[in-house]
Structure formats: C-alpha cells, structure tokens
C-alpha cells in the first residue's frame, strides 16, 4: 500500500512540470466522464423503453447489478484519471514561481 502511494506521488510530482501531459489526462478524464454518462443514458433508455423493464422487474436482483454493471466499470474508469489530474493540479498549485524584473 505504501509503495504504491510512493509510485503515485512520484508519477505526480514529474508530472507538475509537464503542461501537456496534464492536459492529456484532461482529455482522457472528460472523454471517460462522456463515456460514463452515455451509457448511462443508453441503459435508462434500454431499461424504460424496452421489454426489457418488464424481463427486469421479474429477475432476480443479481441479475440487475450484472446488467448494470458496465456503468460500474466506466465509472472506475472515469474516477482513476480524473483523481490523477486533480492531484497532479493541486501539486502544480504548490510551485514557486520567481518573478523576473528585468
């Protein structure tokens, strides 16, 4: 646990310097939030607008979570980078920055 943590905040603090890389993982944040949501969306369609609600409503409730199991997995998907980019953000905050006068 530990040395995992250690590996996340050196991977973080390499990436402060790096605007494009920060701005990568931006991308990939949002592209996996649009992702998460739109299946989302599908699923709520799929499950009012279908027969599938009535096959639903009658199936055991494992069967549900199975189904609906995809939205979980897009949902860890999202959160990972988007964690990494709102650490490698509040890292970024913490550097100095001199003023030149001249």
Same mark, same amino acid.
């Given at each position: 646990m530990r040395g995992?943590? /250690?590996?996340?905040? %050196?991977? &973080?603090?390499?990436?402060?310097? @790096?605007? /494009?890389?920060?701005? %990568?993982? &931006?991308?990939?944040?949002?592209? @996996?939030y649009v992702l998460f949501v739109a299946f989302i969306v599908v699923f709520l369609v799929l499950i009012l607008f279908t027969p599938l609600h009535q096959a639903l409503k009658q199936a055991p409730f494992f069967v549900t979570?199975?189904?609906?199991?995809?939205i979980y997995i897009f949902e860890i998907l999202w959160l990972i980078p988007d964690t990494r980019v709102r650490e490698a953000l509040k890292s970024r905050?913490?550097?100095?920055r001199l003023r030149s006068d001249a």
């Open positions: 995992r943590k /250690l590996a996340n905040l %050196r991977k &973080i603090h390499s990436l402060r310097w @790096n605007s /494009l890389e920060i701005t %990568r993982l &931006i991308g990939k944040a949002g592209a @996996n979570i199975l189904l609906a199991m995809p905050r913490k550097i100095r």
